[in-house]
């Protein structure tokens, strides 16, 4: 059975950093990813990483944030530097099996940015 467990979001003041952590198991996956969905607003790419670590980051939180993970440790990172208000929402992790490409999400981790 797949799943992923998101942590270590939380309250932060602009300017802030946070470092959100995702524990996945029950498969072997290709892309991870985090996704962010803001109040009234559309779920949208945050960033994502490949088997071979190339990444991709959405345009407002390049230069800012960095995904990586740990193939050891079965776990994806997020660490945001430079906090704003506009990254309130909720953050998931993403997971895409590589045997079906089916992607799994997780259940998500409050992230609040105060001004």
């Known amino acids: 059975q797949v799943q992923l467990v998101e942590s270590g979001g939380g309250v932060v003041q602009a300017g802030g950093s946070l470092r959100l952590s995702c524990a996945y198991s029950?498969?072997?996956?290709?892309?991870l990813g985090w996704y962010r969905q803001a109040p009234e607003k559309q779920r949208m790419l945050v960033a994502s990483i490949t088997s071979g670590g190339n990444t991709n980051y959405g345009v407002s939180v390049k230069g800012r944030f960095t995904i990586s993970r740990d193939n050891a440790k079965n776990t994806v990172y997020l660490e945001m530097n430079s906090l704003r208000p506009e990254d309130t929402g909720i953050y998931y992790c993403?997971?895409?099996?590589?045997?079906?490409?089916?992607?799994?999400w997780g259940q998500g981790t409050q992230v609040t940015v105060s001004s």
């Open positions: 993403t997971a895409v099996r590589t045997l079906t490409a089916r992607e799994y």
């Open positions: 029950g498969g072997i996956f290709s892309t």
